[in-house]
């Protein structure tokens, strides 16, 4: 039985294949059109997952029609065609839609280790629900709690993020990286007056603030810090009501908020054991759809998940140009399915030297106060970082107990956004982690993702030729034997 999961139509268009169950292929549409955030998905993608076989069934990530009324009726944007359905091939192959909330639960309830948890999502809008609470039982998920549009936690996050410029549903993460940068006290009951409690708001946030004044630059630190203090709060509110209402002590998180990693470290304070699938946003809601019409918990392995370059995990060649130029470029094996990358698509650096912060933004044309984030073995993690879980995926930020030592993954508030490595997890990387360590006392290196500011993630073997003959930099690439 083959599973086919599609979302489109949205920010961030990608489709996941289940294979009797297992998840077997997931992967962003942007990585194959090169168009970053792409809506919608393509052919390449397409012909990509009908290598694991034509599909039974195709579950779409929405309902599109219930969409269109709210669009119609209360405002917004989104929608059209998806052009999945343009497909000849897939033309008979019987259809489920399922709601975009829904999509977001299953995502991450059939893919968490958790059989009796509480499942939170929260996003800026699907069709009318953006905030839902749900109790996982067995093969069951249940909604008990719904807030609807246009009360929103994610519009609410996206909206101040347009108002200092950026591009709203996008770069949320640099508005949150801006908020270490800030006096988040200086607009903090400002910001509280836009957001009261955790289910009210001043109005609509998707038609943006206008009635702010004028922004300039220091404000706009100023208001991140303010706007993630005040989230912060409304969150834990929202999640402490979540724990009450249904006495559960193991969380799934899911929704584009749930990418907020500097917020998702608090989630530990309140439930015993927390579960963010990797990929939490619309992106994931392929899979998420998928899952839905499986109906079960899937076999989840890894979130290497997409595109297959092959090759064995060059380990030695990334230790040999770290000790050569202390920073490497790595493209091997499949792509990481979510936003991070997770070693597979990565650009590693020594993160004991204080301008390699520079020198990879410069590789990355980024802004220079964006922060980096380190990798580590996942058995010295908590000597490094004061954190009693682990971190496979990159999702939370937490106070770093060494800056000193590695001076180009802290943040400015004294705090980096962990992955932590097990052998298990990744045997390539916990050797290169491991090696490193061997050889100079730091089971650290600073990880981040092989690609330009604004542009997709490398992808295929063109990728990495276009990336070495435009930038003049060597990818380490795959033993093949
Ligand atoms: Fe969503």
């Known amino acids: 039985m083959i599973i086919f999961g599609v979302n489109e139509t949205t920010h961030d268009a990608s489709i996941s294949v289940l294979k009797n169950g297992e998840v077997v292929f997931a992967a ?79 995502a991450g309830y059939y893919t968490s280790p958790f059989r009796d948890a509480v499942i939170v999502v929260l996003d800026a809008i699907g069709e009318y629900n953006t905030s839902t609470i749900w109790v996982g039982d067995g093969s069951i998920i249940k909604r008990v709690y719904k807030d609807n549009y246009p009360f929103s936690f994610g519009l609410f996050y996206s909206a101040f993020t347009q108002l200092v410029g950026l591009k709203p549903n996008e770069e949320e993460y640099i508005f949150m990286g801006m908020a270490a940068y800030g006096d988040p006290n200086k607009y903090y009951n400002k910001v509280k007056e836009y957001f009261p409690s955790y289910n009210k708001q001043k109005y609509n946030f998707h038609k943006g603030i206008t009635d702010w004044g004028w922004v300039t630059e220091q404000d706009k630190f100023d208001i991140a810090a303010a706007v993630q203090k005040v989230y912060e709060l409304r969150l834990s509110e929202f999640m402490k009501m979540a724990r009450t209402i ?73 230790i040999t ?3 050569k130029n202390k920073v490497v470029a790595v493209a091997v094996g499949k792509a990481e399915y979510g936003p991070r990358a997770l070693g597979n698509r990565s650009i590693f650096a020594d993160p004991r030297d204080p301008n390699i912060k520079d020198e990879v933004n410069k590789i990355k044309k980024r802004e220079m106060f964006r ?23 990159m999702q939370y930020a937490v106070k770093c107990l060494q800056p000193d030592k590695i001076p180009s993954v802290v943040h400015k508030d004294g705090t980096s956004r962990v992955q932590t490595v ?55 690439r795959g033993d093949n034997g």
């Open 422 to 476: 097990s052998k298990e997890q990744h045997p390539g990387l916990h050797a290169v982690l491991s090696n490193w360590y061997a050889m100079t006392g730091v089971p650290v290196l600073l990880n981040t993702s092989l690609n330009i500011k604004g542009q997709p993630l490398l992808n295929d073997e063109n990728d990495i030729i276009e990336w070495e003959n435009t930038y003049g930099t060597k990818i380490v």
């Open 246 to 318: 249904t006495g559960k002590t193991e969380l799934v998180f899911m929704g584009g908020c749930a990418l907020n990693c500097s917020a998702n470290t608090m989630l530990w304070d309140i439930f015993d054991d927390v579960w963010i699938m990797p990929n939490p946003g619309d992106a994931g809601s392929s899979l998420g759809a998928a899952a839905a019409a499986y109906g079960k918990h899937v076999k989840w392995l890894s979130p290497y998940l997409g595109y297959d370059l092959g090759g064995a995990y060059p380990v030695s060649q990334i």
């Open 321 to 323: 140009e770290l000790i």
């Open 371 to 393: 922060p980096f984030a380190p990798v580590v073995l996942e058995e010295y993690a908590d000597k490094w970082f004061d954190m009693d879980f682990n971190s496979p995926y």
């Open 28 to 106: 962003h549409s942007e990585r194959f059109s090169k168009q970053k955030n792409d809506w919608f998905t393509n052919d390449k993608l397409i012909d990509c997952a009908l290598e694991y076989g034509k599909p039974d069934k195709i579950a779409y990530y929405e309902n599109r029609w219930l969409k269109k009324s709210r669009i119609l009726l209360k405002g917004g944007f989104g929608g059209g065609k998806p052009y999945y359905l343009e497909r000849k091939d897939l033309k008979w192959v019987p259809r489920e839609s399922f709601s975009h909330h829904y999509s977001h639960a299953a």
